[in-house]
């Protein structure tokens, strides 16, 4: 697998970062994400120190992450529920004498 160097922007700081060209498409929307995010937090909280901007953000993005994480869990689980339901309802219905 081939190594290529990507450019990203940062708040204005561009970093060099090698990745597969596979990988390109989602490490140059995961900066983009990233760099939308540290804005939102430089603008809100006016933090100076970009290793606090960088800390906070990383913060919102976990906290992102793991509020999506748990909706998507108990998403999958109410589905599970729905299909055993189903189940249940056409196991009943082909056990059924016909008529």
């Not at 900066?31 to 430089?42: F, I, N, P, Q, W």
């Amino acid at each position: 697998m081939s190594t290529q160097t990507v450019a990203v922007s940062i708040l204005d700081r561009e970093f060099l970062i090698g990745c597969s060209p596979e990988e390109r498409p989602g490490l140059i929307a995961a900066a983009s994400y990233l760099d939308g995010k540290m804005r939102e937090v430089r603008a809100a909280s006016r933090a100076q120190g970009i290793d606090r901007i960088a800390v906070l953000s990383a913060l919102n993005i976990a906290h992102e992450f793991l509020q999506y994480k748990e909706r998507s869990e108990a998403e999958s689980r109410a589905l599970a529920q729905h299909l055993q339901m189903l189940r249940a309802k056409l196991d009943g219905a082909l056990a059924a004498p016909l008529k």
